[in-house]
């Protein structure tokens, strides 16, 4: 006798299966590329950019030291550089980045402009291929009303079934 599969393992099948979760998977792919691109463009374009205009500023190393600023004076007295917020770290203090927060941020917006474009584009593009629906043709009236006793007749009537008055 031939073994069945178990009910939850083919339900686990058809869901993987779907389309939508293959578009998923491969829209978690290709986003996750394109996120390197947008990474590499805003730390690589613009943020130099950004550091000319705020006077040679460089967000992704600007940091406060929360706690252990002696562990940082005592690695420079020691002849180590401690310039980024990852070399703070190095030597045990605790540290604030928030410059790479801001650049994060930036990185997000251009992201979402990206995205948002992308969509519009796309929208239209859909848009074009599409006839404009027309209003529908209202349909022709099936009744009327008496001018008598204002009830509702059929269209046909020639006299008004509750009065009993001739109508044209």
Do not use: W
């Amino acid at each position: 006798m031939a073994k069945k599969t178990p009910k939850i393992l083919e339900e686990f099948k058809t869901f993987v299966m779907r389309g939508n979760v293959l578009d998923l998977a491969v829209g978690v792919i290709v986003g996750g590329a394109f996120q390197k691109i947008v990474t590499s463009a805003v730390n690589d374009l613009i943020m130099p950019f950004i550091g000319l205009i705020t006077g040679g500023v460089n967000f992704n190393e600007q940091f406060v030291v929360l706690k252990g600023q002696e562990l940082i004076d005592a690695a420079v007295e020691a002849g180590t550089a401690v310039a980024t917020a990852a070399d703070a770290t190095a030597a045990g203090a605790t540290v604030f980045a928030y410059g790479s927060f801001i650049t994060a941020i930036i990185d997000f917006l251009i992201m979402a402009i990206i995205v948002f474009l992308l969509v519009k584009g796309i929208n239209k593009l859909n848009g074009l291929g599409k006839k404009k629906e027309e209003e529908p043709v209202p349909a022709a009236p099936t009744t009327k009303v008496c001018p008598y006793c204002r009830s509702e007749i059929a269209i046909e009537a020639t006299r008004c079934p509750h009065c009993t008055s001739e109508v044209e």
